[in-house]
């Protein structure tokens, strides 16, 4: 290493050289000796080894001190937000800590290819990670670490470590939301349940409440600039965010006029009625980020400037349009006239009650014009969540439409609706067998009376606990049997789809059609000159899907580049800029494909290059 080539007790100089030249490095004043021991260039073996050679310089290196605090500064920037007070700290100890828990997670993110390959990581596929012996912002530290490695290797490390963390993220804000519904209900802020919301249905984003406050206080700030034009003694202008309630309706009046003129005329705000149902609208982070979004994520930010102001707007579970109420009358009135009601989505609209049925077209009753609480506006937005993860049968519709129930049974743990929606899903999607076991028999418990769709779930899901058991391992298809003589494909190859023109990559193919009889009829298999008698190969889509596609259809593509799937990385190790190398799992059930794809490779590409 560099740092055992200079001067100093680690290189290769004896002290009659350093007493030759005057002055040895522990001759040094102790500012510019942690000066040089902080260098970059040093690591921490190298500051272990110096602080072993004598008492000056084990002083020089103590625990507490500059030098191993640099050290892990460098090492790990990300990690010292969480020292807020760094006096004290044993920065050996914490290095030491954060190696260790770096160790363990490269040992766990390793082992789960070889015991999750060949099905979705099971419920308890993650006890090894809750019983953690290390910090978790260390674990996860090193697993953002692993998602953040440079180049195209390590894709199947970093398939698992994202499994891994996604898991970790939503299992902490779990728990964050639980504390948020614990608190008396004027504890709780309507932002901070939006953003939780949020946080669960995307943990690998990087979203937090003090950062979301941070851009509703810089659009309050423009609003108060605003509204300082106006009237520069108005009380908003005074006050801190939330201090004061603003009595006076005039008043309040300038407030919600200049929220108007900031959301709508400067910032451009507005609901998204070309892409109503994109969940994005949903997410308060990417409302700030796009500026649009649905009636009640719009009313959630519109609700929390106003009340920042001194404006105490109410959240209105109105039907198909969520709104907010502004009293005019008596503080507090039950009287639905004595309020007017606000339209976020358009633009900041204030309405009338018969504003509010022409909206949505038809009369409604008194009760929908009740104020509701904050557990009730996070219901309604998971409960968008959940009917727009219904909407589609993709993978992402799945993950939302998992997401959303999980946030829907963290309120509600015992509706039985919503459980029975869980179990299906999950047995639909050949999941957690183990779980829907036992959440079928919390729905028992809860509804006798749903026996019967428990017995049918139950009895089919124990036959797949039977079916899974009498697995005897991965079947293994070797390209020199005579069955397989027709493939002319391999693993890894990028293809291109001749009708459809979409590209995507080889993970597993069979010398003939494989899917049952309704699939080749309505998939119109034999409308094919060779039918289902040809192979077929399974294939990761540029889009995201995973198709089974016959050979006849496919060709080599002749720019092959890279394929934009989240499943890439449970087949594949790397991408070598033309095709794909299997991961130690699929190699083992290919073990010959690997030699035939560099020899296509070297023909197609190698050729076309000449």
């Known amino acids: 290493m560099a740092a055992a080539e200079g001067p100093g007790p680690a290189g290769s100089r004896g002290p009659a050289e350093a007493e030759a030249d005057g002055m040895g490095l522990t001759d040094l004043p102790g500012e510019l000796l942690e000066l040089i021991l902080c260098c970059d260039v040093l690591g921490a073996a190298d500051i272990g080894r110096v602080s072993c050679t004598c008492r000056r310089l084990r002083e020089a290196c103590q625990p507490r001190g500059k030098v191993w605090r640099e050290r892990f500064r460098l090492r790990w920037p990300s990690l010292l937000k969480y020292y807020s007070h760094t006096d004290g700290v044993s920065w050996l100890e914490e290095y030491k800590a954060r190696h260790n828990a770096g160790l363990e997670a490269q ?162 705000y507005k609901g998204n009625e070309l892409d109503y149902y994109n969940s994005l609208n949903s997410y308060i982070h990417q409302v700030l980020i796009r500026r649009t979004g649905i009636p009640i994520s719009l009313s959630v930010l519109y609700l929390t400037i106003a009340r920042q102001l001194g404006v105490k707007l109410e959240p209105v579970n109105f039907p198909s349009h969520f709104l907010l109420r502004w009293c005019q009358g008596k503080e507090g009135s039950t009287d639905i006239f004595d309020y007017t009601y606000i339209d976020a989505f358009g633009k900041g609209k204030q309405l009338t009650v018969k504003e509010c049925e022409y909206l949505i077209g038809h009369h409604v009753t008194e009760e929908f014009y009740g104020v509701v609480t904050s557990k009730e506006v996070l219901q309604r937005m998971v409960g968008n969540l959940l009917n727009l993860g219904k909407r589609e049968s993709t993978d992402q519709s799945y993950q939302l439409l998992r997401d959303s129930l999980d946030l829907y049974l963290a309120m509600y743990p015992d509706n039985v609706q919503h459980l029975m929606l869980q179990a299906r899903l999950y047995f639909h999607l050949g999941i957690w067998p183990e779980k829907v076991l036992d959440i079928l028999q919390h729905i028992q418990a809860l509804d006798p009376s749903q026996h019967g769709a428990v017995g049918y779930l139950v009895q089919h899901t124990l036959e797949h606990i039977e079916r899974r058991k009498e697995e005897v391992g991965p079947e293994v298809k070797h390209r020199s049997d005579e069955k397989h003589k027709e493939v002319c494909f391999s693993i890894g190859l990028i293809m291109k789809h001749k009708r459809y023109g979409y590209n995507c990559v080889i993970y597993g193919w069979d010398p003939a059609c494989m899917m049952g009889h309704e699939w080749i009829r309505n998939m119109n298999v034999h409308s094919l000159p060779h039918g289902p008698h040809q192979p077929f190969y399974n294939v990761l889509v540029e889009d995201g899907s995973c198709r089974y596609a016959a050979q006849e259809n496919l060709e080599y593509n002749s720019e092959p580049r890279e394929i934009p799937h989240p499943d890439i990385g449970r087949y594949f190790s790397e991408f070598t800029g033309i095709h794909y190398l299997a991961n130690t799992e699929l190699e083992i059930r290919y073990p010959e494909d690997l030699e035939l794809t560099r020899a296509t490779v070297q023909k197609i590409y190698s050729s076309g290059k000449e």
């Open 107 to 268: 040992r766990i993110v390793a082992s789960f290819s070889k015991r999750f390959f060949s099905e979705h990581v099971p419920c308890d596929g993650f006890s090894d990670i809750e019983t953690l012996g290390c910090p978790s912002h260390f674990f996860e530290d090193e697993l953002m670490c692993i998602l953040n490695m440079e180049g195209r290797k390590g894709l199947t490390w970093k398939y698992y470590a994202k499994k891994i963390l996604y898991f970790l993220r939503q299992q902490n804000i779990l728990k964050n939301l639980k504390e948020y519904l614990q608190r008396p209900t004027d504890r709780q802020s309507f932002l901070e349940g939006a953003v939780l919301i949020d946080q669960y249905c995307n943990p690998l984003s990087d979203i937090c409440l003090k950062s979301v406050q941070a851009q509703v206080d810089d659009i309050t700030d423009k609003v108060r600039k605003v509204l300082r034009t106006k009237n520069p003694r108005h009380p908003s202008l005074a006050s801190k965010a939330g201090e004061i309630v603003i009595p006076e309706v005039e008043l309040q009046r300038q407030v919600l006029d200049a929220m108007n003129c900031v959301l709508y005329e400067q910032l451009k």
